[in-house]
């Protein structure tokens, strides 16, 4: 009677007490319910223990630390008296039916409100019924776990998987991703669509990545062999996870651009594009450019061409045309006082002529020698080069009582001969076609990055905007030969130039008071400020 007087002293005050083994004294029995209480205590989950009226009996200290409520608020109360919600919900229905059917039961989930949460806590329960030594019910025990975090994880998880799904839906691309083992994992609709597998070829749960491989295999698409080897050596080649890049064309011709980007923990994500058009474009940009190509090949050969014949007829040109000069010059030395005054005309018109033409052959062999040279290109002091064009112009400059007032002048990179009788014809233009006033010319400079712009401007008579790109022409001239005397040929001189050291040359003009030539040249690493 004392044993089961103490047993059920020791049941009052620790529901969750270990059953008393046999042999087992009154001591050991109080030190097993100790050791049960102080791990209910220190155990991250809480215990709980239920009458057979189904009211809370017993709640260990643990409650408190994770929902904020202690045992005293939950003690005598049925579990539908704190259920944060509407406890006519079938899972809350079933449970109870357990309950009352004394069943045990795992992982039954429902909210609980938490003080100064905006939102309930969600807790998970599991229990099973106890029986006195009678065999009589006398409630439930079990364990309690906050899983709030987890159940808003999942929650989140959930409303990033459905964002992300409907993102991926709507992408022009297709998307797969695979994991570790080569199953696909993510995909959209796209993907099928793009590669050309059946709506219904991939499960809820994806598909492994040989699969695919297997029914392209079947299909054709890696030509003739043996199905089963092409996809080992495929998956073989995938499971180096390295990133690739690559076009494929379905037999409808439609071009696809495949970009696949290993993943940290092995997988691919990889995206499907339509670049047809693009491909298209490149093809016919890659034929256009081959053909730019051979047109210029063919340009520079006929240029090439060109300047040689131009220089080689010239020069065979000169010695005949000396000869025709010499003999008019003869006759007209030696037989103008026999002659009469038609005869004496018609032979000052040769020697006219003889002399114009050697002046025009001349001209063109200066053409033709712009570019020849293998002169290096190197700084040239503009500066300089237009002093010493002043100098070779002086007895012109004299003559027409010109003023050239040349400004602070850049160091450019360049050949210096070429630039020198490019700012002399330039000077020699601007004091040529001079208007009634002395003519003045001025040279200037601006930078602009890595290209100076020079200008050479006047007060002549000015170039209709009409001819302004006409005036550049070779043989083009705009006015009468006895008005204003030369070739024709050396503003085309300067336009070869000035092209050649990689710059433009235009001419800015009314037509009435002046004009400005400007051409731009790249700067020299030695320039001055």
Same mark, same amino acid.
């Given at each position: 009677m004392t044993s089961r007087a103490n047993s059920q002293r020791l049941q009052a005050e620790s529901p969750l007490q270990a059953p008393q083994a046999c042999g087992e004294t009154e001591t050991g029995a109080s030190s097993s319910n100790e050791r049960l209480r *102080?791990?209910?205590?220190?155990?991250s989950d809480w215990f709980w223990e239920m009458g057979p009226d189904l009211r809370l009996t017993y709640l260990s200290e643990r409650i408190r630390d994770v929902l904020g409520l202690g045992p005293e608020f939950f003690i005598g109360k049925r579990r539908d008296q704190y259920l944060d919600g509407n406890s006519d919900t079938a899972g809350f229905q079933a449970h109870l039916d357990d309950l009352r059917n004394r069943r045990p039961f795992r992982n039954f989930v429902f909210p609980i409100e938490k003080p100064g949460?905006?939102?309930?806590?969600?807790?998970?329960?599991?229990?099973?019924?106890?029986?006195? @030594? *009678?065999?009589?019910?006398?409630?439930?025990?079990?364990?309690?776990?906050?899983?709030?975090?987890?159940?808003?994880?999942?929650?989140?998880?959930?409303?990033?998987? /459905?964002?992300?799904?409907?993102?991926?839906?709507?992408m022009n691309h297709g998307i797969s991703v695979t994991d570790a083992e080569l199953n696909l994992a993510l995909w959209n609709d796209q993907f099928l669509e793009l590669l050309e597998f059946p709506t219904d070829f991939v499960g809820p749960n994806g598909r492994p990545f040989a699969d695919f491989i297997r029914y392209n295999a079947e299909r054709g698409e890696y030509g003739p062999g043996d199905v089963e080897e092409q996809v080992r050596e495929r998956v073989e080649l995938a499971k180096r996870f390295e990133p690739h890049r690559f076009q494929r064309t379905r037999p409808d011709g439609v071009v696809l651009e495949i970009i696949g980007v290993p993943l940290p923990g092995g997988g691919f994500v990889t995206t499907y594009t339509d670049v047809t058009e693009r491909a298209r474009y490149q093809a016919q940009l890659r034929e256009q450019t081959e053909k730019m190509a051979?047109?210029?090949?063919?340009?520079?050969?006929?240029?090439?061409?060109?300047?040689?014949?131009?220089?080689?007829?010239?020069?065979?040109?000169?010695?005949?045309?000396?000869?025709? /000069?010499?003999?008019?010059?003869?006759?007209?030395?030696?037989?103008?006082?026999?002659?009469?005054?038609?005869?004496?005309?018609?032979?000052?018109?040769?020697?006219?002529?003889?002399?114009?033409?050697?002046?025009?052959?001349?001209?063109?062999?200066?053409?033709?020698?712009?570019?020849?040279?293998?002169?290096?290109?190197?700084?040239?002091?503009?500066?300089?080069?237009?002093?010493?064009?002043?100098?070779?112009?002086?007895?012109?400059?004299?003559?027409?009582? /010109?003023?050239?007032?040349?400004?602070?002048?850049?160091?450019?990179?360049? *050949?210096?001969?070429?630039?020198? @009788?490019l700012l002399q014809n330039l000077i020699a233009n601007a004091i040529k076609f001079r208007a009634d006033d002395p003519p003045v010319v001025l040279l200037s400079a601006s930078r602009d990055g890595e290209r100076w712009t020079i200008a050479v401007a006047d007060?002549?008579?000015?170039?209709?905007?009409?001819?302004?790109?006409?005036?550049?022409?070779?043989?083009?001239?705009?006015?009468?030969? *006895?008005?204003?005397?030369?070739?024709?040929?050396?503003?085309?001189?300067?336009?070869?130039?000035?092209?050649?050291?990689?710059?433009?040359?235009?001419?800015?003009?009314?037509?009435?008071?002046?004009?400005?030539?400007?051409?731009?040249?790249?700067?020299?690493?030695?320039?001055?400020?």
């Open positions: *102080d791990i209910a205590e220190a155990a949460a905006d939102e309930p806590a969600i807790v998970q329960i599991s229990g099973k019924p106890f029986y006195d @030594q *009678d065999g009589n019910f006398a409630g439930y025990r079990g364990t309690g776990t906050d899983i709030t975090s987890l159940v808003r994880s999942e929650r989140k998880l959930e409303r990033t998987s /459905a964002l992300l799904r409907t993102t991926l839906e709507y051979e047109l210029v090949e063919d340009l520079k050969r006929s240029n090439s061409e060109l300047e040689q014949f131009a220089y080689v007829a010239s020069h065979d040109l000169q010695e005949p045309l000396r000869m025709v /000069a010499s003999y008019c010059q003869l006759l007209q030395r030696r037989y103008q006082d026999q002659l009469d005054e038609d005869a004496n005309e018609f032979i000052g018109f040769a020697v006219d002529g003889a002399a114009r033409m050697q002046q025009l052959i001349n001209a063109l062999l200066g053409y033709s020698r712009v570019g020849r040279s293998d002169r290096p290109r190197r700084s040239v002091d503009l500066q300089e080069a237009a002093e010493l064009a002043c100098r070779d112009l002086q007895k012109a400059i004299e003559d027409a009582g /010109a003023k050239v007032e040349i400004d602070d002048l850049p160091a450019v990179c360049g *050949d210096g001969v070429e630039l020198r @009788q007060n002549g008579i000015g170039i209709a905007p009409e001819y302004a790109e006409r005036i550049f022409l070779i043989f083009q001239r705009l006015h009468a030969r *006895d008005a204003y005397p030369g070739t024709g040929i050396g503003l085309s001189v300067c336009k070869k130039i000035v092209e050649r050291h990689g710059g433009e040359l235009r001419v800015e003009s009314d037509g009435k008071s002046g004009s400005t030539f400007l051409f731009t040249l790249p700067a020299s690493s030695e320039a001055r400020p």
